[in-house]
């Protein structure tokens, strides 16, 4: 077996679009999220999806060639891994500078071309959130870059990674400290599903182009 071949859909992918897992010392199925443990690893597609099928279908016992044990919830597991390696992150990024709170100065980075990327807390109002996604919308527009927008965590869970309170809405700037948040808030939301917000906006800023097309 390849790899890097998905253990559920057996086809071939980037290790980014993947999921290694390895077997413990009590012969528990291990998530390794950063793709660094020590031992034969098998490898799953990068969402819940095809995770709660491994483990439903007993996968990883054929995968590992022998009798291993898969942990209740296992995807329930690897999203508390993924979730808490990219909140980490967004605190180092808040360390370094990188990081723009609050709605007035989150819609000026993107305006001004300054975010990497937007998230909102899963509390945020309509409101607010529209108000930002507009300013995104009018960025792309202007020819700017397309900004994504992820929903992904809560207030608390913001504002405890940020150092805040109430952090609603938040900025990552570019830069350094900004794509490694980025690479893991893209890893989580892959996971989930993906992000409702960004296939809005991309629809509306299409919708928009058409429109002015046939006003042409």
Same mark, same amino acid.
């Not at 022998?66 to 891994?81: E, I, N, W, Y």
């Not at 709170?101 to 529209?130: I, N, P, Q, W, Y």
């Given at each position: 077996?390849?790899?890097?071949?998905?253990?559920?859909?057996?086809?071939?992918?980037?290790?980014?679009?993947?999921?290694?897992?390895?077997?413990?010392?009590?012969?528990?199925?291990?998530?390794?999220?950063?793709?660094?443990?020590?031992?034969?690893?098998?490898?799953?597609?990068?969402?819940?999806?095809?995770?709660?099928?491994?483990?439903?279908?007993?996968?990883?016992?054929?995968?590992?060639?022998?009798?291993?044990?898969?942990?209740?919830?296992?995807?329930?597991?690897?999203?508390?891994?993924?979730?808490?390696?990219?909140? %980490?992150?967004? =605190?180092? /990024?808040? !360390?370094?500078?990188?990081? @723009? &709170?609050?709605?007035?100065?989150?819609? #000026?980075?993107?305006?001004?071309?300054?975010?990497?990327?937007?998230?909102?807390?899963?509390?945020?109002?309509?409101?607010?959130?529209?108000?930002?996604?507009?300013?995104?919308?009018?960025?792309?527009?202007?020819?700017?870059?397309?900004?994504?927008?992820?929903?992904?965590?809560?207030?608390?869970?913001?504002?405890?990674?940020?150092?805040?309170?109430?952090?609603?809405?938040?900025?990552?700037?570019? %830069?350094?400290? =900004?794509? /490694?948040? !980025?690479?893991?808030?893209? @890893? &989580?939301?892959?996971?989930?599903?993906? #992000?409702?917000?960004?296939?809005?906006?991309?629809?509306?800023?299409?919708?928009?182009?058409?429109?002015?097309?046939?006003?042409?």
């Amino acid at each position: 077996m390849n790899d890097r071949t998905c253990i559920v859909t057996r086809r071939q992918a980037e290790p980014d679009e993947l999921i290694r897992f390895v077997v413990g010392p009590d012969s528990a199925v291990v998530p390794d999220i950063r793709k660094n443990l020590p031992g034969r690893g098998c490898w799953v597609t990068a969402d819940r999806l095809h995770i709660d099928k491994a483990a439903a279908k007993n996968l990883f016992a054929r995968a590992f060639k022998a009798q291993v044990t898969v942990p209740t919830d296992l995807g329930g597991m690897v999203d508390g891994l993924l979730s808490r390696s990219a909140l %980490g992150m967004l =605190g180092l /990024a808040r !360390k370094a500078g990188a990081i @723009a &709170l609050g709605a007035t100065k989150v819609e #000026s980075a993107v305006r001004g071309g300054l975010a990497l990327f937007v998230l909102h807390a899963t509390e945020a109002s309509d409101d607010g959130v529209r108000k930002i996604s507009q300013a995104r919308r009018a960025t792309v527009h202007l020819g700017g870059p397309a900004i994504p927008a992820y929903k992904l965590f809560s207030e608390a869970e913001l504002s405890l990674a940020l150092g805040g309170t109430n952090v609603i809405h938040a900025a990552v700037l570019a %830069g350094d400290a =900004g794509r /490694a948040v !980025k690479k893991r808030m893209v @890893a &989580l939301d892959r996971y989930r599903g993906g #992000s409702p917000d960004d296939l809005a906006m991309l629809a509306a800023v299409a919708d928009e182009d058409d429109a002015a097309e046939d006003m042409e």
